[in-house]
């Protein structure tokens, strides 16, 4: 049966997709609907065991995802995946950085005040979501720019549009990768090809391993204080389902998107559009 303007226009069918962080929450729900699109997925993680759940949905599409061991804050460990990825599948036509998280240790509390935050714990967070993401665009993008063609789509935050309480380096380093994906898309296009697009979303609340201990209460599973004012600033009143990425993944990878770079898509609910009032 012949496509329809609009079903070749979100079509990601035949592509080959890497994915950092693949292994996690987001990253991992991203992972399982582009493969269930008829795409092929290079999953990039630090961890090869991937949760169950995970495998389970991949495993009905053996032939269309590969799982590769990749510390994204080393050069030589993302350009052996590269490598692996195209002795594999021959190609790559997408990247997708999902690698990121905060840390405890870089957030303030009541036992931690912003006075005491160690260096070492700050760059740490800065490194995994800023680095993290400037290091796959380079070994990625080179490859691109030698093809003529690519698609890089990174993982910024809302908070990079409204810094939060109590997370400054995650703020401050999601504001960085927002602030380096425009950079870059005009870059791309400029100096190696209109071929290439960069844009990036930003997720509001999604509960993941990194931040439920701020949102919900280990004790009783309750809201937290913090989680509640969430909720009440968000404008569709709920936390966010790793599915509500998927429409704009596939439209930010697809024809659909043709002439869209440069651009921090926001996936928050309405919170950052919200005055409070």
Not at 141 to 147: E, I, L, S
Request: with cysteine.
């Amino acid at each position: 049966m012949e496509k329809s303007m609009m079903t070749s226009l979100f079509d990601i069918h035949g592509q080959v997709i890497a994915i950092t962080g693949a292994a996690g929450v987001l990253g991992g729900e991203i992972a399982c609907v582009l493969v269930e699109s008829g795409a092929r997925v290079a999953i990039m993680d630090m961890r090869t065991d991937l949760p169950t759940g995970l495998h389970q949905r991949l495993d009905k599409f053996p032939d269309q995802y590969l799982v590769i061991q990749c510390d994204v804050l080393k050069r030589e460990s993302v350009t052996a995946a590269l490598q692996q990825i195209l002795k594999n599948f021959k190609k790559v036509d997408s990247l997708i950085n999902a690698a990121g998280g905060n840390s405890p240790k870089a957030t303030t509390s009541a036992d931690l005040s912003f006075f005491d935050i160690s260096p070492e714990a700050f760059n740490w967070v800065m490194q995994l979501n800023l680095s993290g993401t400037v290091l796959p665009c380079q070994i990625f993008g080179k490859y691109f720019a030698a093809q003529d063609a690519g698609n890089i789509l990174n993982i910024s935050s809302m908070n990079a549009f409204r810094p939060l309480t109590r997370i400054p380096a995650y703020s401050a380093a999601k504001a960085a990768v927002s602030n380096f994906t425009q950079w870059l898309a005009v870059h791309m296009a400029q100096e190696y090809s209109k071929n290439i697009r960069v844009n990036a979303l930003a997720p509001g609340f999604f509960l993941t391993q990194q931040n439920r201990f701020l949102m919900i209460n280990e004790n009783n599973n309750e809201l937290t204080a913090r989680g509640k004012t969430i909720l009440a600033h968000t404008p569709l009143g709920r936390f966010g389902d790793p599915a509500d990425l998927l429409g704009a993944v596939i439209w930010l990878l697809s024809p659909a998107s043709g002439f869209v770079t440069g651009s921090v898509i926001a996936i928050d609910g309405g919170f950052a559009a919200f005055s409070g009032v």
